[in-house]
């Protein structure tokens, strides 16, 4: 469902794009590729590793999802904000909503699987501030100079710190993560 959701958000905004430019003559960069609605054959096997191992799988990909959908949901609601187009801002407010929907399922999921292993509130945080980075990025649909194109719009909105430092608080509070602040380090990174 959530994949089906995503693709649906980029067709959406596609076609938003396409009827913006046809109207205003204003030319729209190329298209990224649509994310596929399927399960990768690498994410169905993870799925069915057991024990100790399988249960630091599930929790990571749980909190890594999360991370993601706060991120992606907030982003949406700054982008909202910022614009000065009504129909865009109401369909990115629309977006935002399934993206709280999706973070909840997240948040939830990751918070049940830290606190029922040590293990995973052990290794989580290492790979976290390690190795996470925004969905997208370096995957064939986001450079990371793209990425830091959005994140600078997004930070100089007047509320952009303390919406960054509301995230880092959200995301602390899951079991065995209360030192990550990954929203800070990304902004100053991008």
């Not at 596609?14 to 590729?33: K, M, S």
């Not at 994310?35 to 069915?48: I, R």
């Not at 024990?51 to 990909?61: C, E, K, N, S």
């Not at 007047?158 to 993560?177: E, K, Y």
Request: charged fraction near 20%; include cysteine; charge should be positive.
């Amino acid at each position: 469902m959530w994949k089906a959701e995503e693709r649906e958000h980029s067709r959406a905004l596609a076609r938003f794009l396409d009827a913006y430019a046809h109207a205003t003559g204003v030319e729209i960069p190329p298209r990224q590729p649509t994310p596929v609605p399927k399960v990768s054959w690498y994410e169905a096997a993870l799925a069915h590793v057991g024990g100790p191992f399988g249960t630091v799988v599930a929790a990571a990909h749980m909190t890594w999802g999360a991370a993601n959908e706060l991120l992606t949901m907030n982003g949406y609601r700054l982008l909202a904000e910022q614009c000065d187009h009504p129909i865009l801002a109401e369909l990115l407010r629309r977006i935002a909503a399934q993206e709280a929907r999706h973070y909840s399922f997240y948040v939830l999921q990751a918070e049940w699987r830290l606190t029922a292993s040590r293990l995973a509130r052990v290794a989580i945080p290492r790979l976290m501030a390690g190795s996470w980075t925004p969905v997208g990025v370096g995957d064939g649909y986001k450079t990371a100079g793209e990425f830091g194109r959005v994140v600078d719009v997004l930070v100089r909105c007047p509320d952009s710190q303390r919406i960054i430092d509301r995230m880092d608080r959200r995301f602390s509070a899951l079991p065995g993560l209360e030192h990550l602040r990954i929203y800070r380090h990304t902004a100053a990174a991008a």
